[in-house]
């Protein structure tokens, strides 16, 4: 009777092991992909950087899009990337970062204007993070 019991013991433990494995390798997934995006979006903007649209009118420096971005991002969440520190808030700006990069990339193959490709980007991003902070509530 003892052997079974410390059985179903080792299991139990087995069990909880694992469960906190599973936690820690999801933590450092969200982690990587949160990296992943913000490399895919930075190398973005410095490539927008170079972009010249319909209206012929090309950026002074990528660092005009990232400030912008980034006051996007805190009018949404009320406060700075930088201080964006919640798991679900974390996910949602993983999803916003790649969804700018595939925007923007649509945006220069339509020949668009940098104040066009900016302001779609802007409108579907806000969509969105309506839908993701509803989906989160």
């Keep these: 009777m003892q052997l079974q019991n410390n059985t179903q ?5 087995a069990k909880q092991k694992r469960i906190k494995n599973i936690t820690e390798q ?4 969200r982690k990587i992909s949160s990296l992943l995006a913000y490399n895919d979006f930075t190398e973005k903007v410095k490539q927008h950087a170079d972009y010249v649209g319909q209206d012929n009118k090309a950026s002074t420096s990528p660092k005009g899009f990232v400030i912008q971005f980034n006051k996007f991002v805190k009018k949404l969440f009320g406060k700075t990337v930088e201080g964006i520190t ?9 999803v916003l970062r790649n969804r700018a990069v595939d925007i923007v990339s649509q945006g220069e193959s339509k020949k668009l204007s940098r104040k066009q490709i ?6 579907k991003l806000q969509q969105i993070f ?8």
């Design 130 to 137: 309506d839908v993701l902070e509803l989906k989160n509530e």
């Design 86 to 94: 919640e798991v679900k808030e974390l996910e949602t700006l993983t």
């Design 118 to 123: 900016k302001q779609e980007m802007y409108r």
């Design 26 to 29: 999801k933590a450092l997934v």
């Design 9 to 13: 013991e080792f299991k139990e433990l």
